[in-house]
């Protein structure tokens, strides 16, 4: 039987800043690993998990082939069924995690916050449903149009809330920490979030100040934001079936101050490519198992008593 497959990025989500954040639902899937992503900025991050290779461990010693080998058979693992025999070829020509897995019986499906990520993307090509949400930031409303069928599924998501500028479905202006040079940006937020650039540009007026002091309130917001999510994520755990398999993980992480400078993307900085990964059955798993023993035992005693 093949599981589903739910692959759940916090976008932009620093290493640290998850550490730091309370995330009971997501412990419950895994431990959490220290990874390295494959790219500074949203757009080139993800289509390295279009192709099946999650933020890697940096592992010296390795050859890169050898690597990208192992991560891709890793899939074994993850669609749980040893009928379906995985190597680096099923993935040719065209290197594409979703093209692969629709050809053994997957429906594929991608909800994305970020318009860098967009149905007329290179990214949604192989995809039987792309599509850019309404809002960054509201991963609770992907959560609630997601519907389990007996057809396996991969379900591909991208949430925008621990992108800059940090804020909650409910939140407005007044809600972000006012930093000079920052605050302000919900004025020009549709502008930022089209700019294919990705890099964060400072409000009109005051000029950012580029350390680390001055941009913690932003880090620890982005510790509130991931927090949030925990919640939603449990919610997504109760409403996936046991036979979920869980990948979340971040596309890159966020400088707030570190080196002079603030934000992702054109930036080559260990904080940008350190991110945190978790994976794991859906934690529900056992309660299932437990009923079904339950089941069993009730059955053997009815047997028993001669009424089945």
Not at 184 to 193: E, K, N, P, Y
Request: aromatic content about 12%; hydrophobic content about 45%; charged content about 20%.
């Amino acid at each position: 039987m093949l599981n589903n497959i739910v692959w759940l990025v916090f976008d932009s989500a620093r290493y640290d800043a998850f550490m730091a954040a309370r995330t009971p639902a997501i412990d419950s899937i895994g431990p959490t690993e220290r990874r390295f992503s494959y790219a500074s900025w949203t757009a080139p991050s993800h289509y390295a998990f279009m192709m099946g290779l999650p933020p890697h461990a940096n592992e010296p010693r390795m050859l890169a082939a050898d690597v990208h080998r192992r991560d891709l058979a890793l899939w074994q693992r993850r669609i749980g069924d040893e009928a379906h025999r995985i190597s680096f070829a099923d993935f040719a020509p065209s290197l594409s995690l979703p093209a692969f897995l629709r050809s053994i019986g997957y429906r594929a499906e991608a909800y994305v916050s970020l318009p860098v990520l967009n149905p007329h993307t290179p990214i949604a090509q192989h995809f039987d449903h792309f599509e850019l949400m309404p809002t960054h930031n509201d991963l609770a409303a992907i959560v609630a149009r997601l519907r389990f069928s007996r057809e396996p599924q991969f379900i591909f998501v991208n949430a925008g809330e621990t992108h800059y500028p940090y804020a909650l479905p409910h939140e407005g202006p007044n809600d972000l920490p006012r930093i000079p040079g920052v605050h302000g940006v919900w004025r020009d937020l549709d502008d930022f979030l089209n700019n294919a650039g990705d890099a964060a540009r400072p409000s009109s007026g005051d000029a950012i100040r580029f350390d680390t002091e001055s941009l913690r309130p932003l880090w620890q917001k982005q510790v509130a934001c991931i927090e949030y999510l925990d919640g939603v994520v449990a919610d997504l755990i109760e409403k996936a079936p046991p036979n979920t398999w869980f990948i979340i993980t971040a596309d890159h992480g966020e400088l707030f101050g570190e080196g002079g400078y603030f934000g992702h993307g054109p930036v080559i900085h260990e904080k940008v490519f350190e991110v945190f990964f978790v994976e794991g059955k859906n934690p529900r798993i056992a309660e299932a198992t437990n009923i079904d023993h339950d089941q069993a035992v009730i059955m053997a005693r009815l047997r028993k008593l001669g009424y089945a």
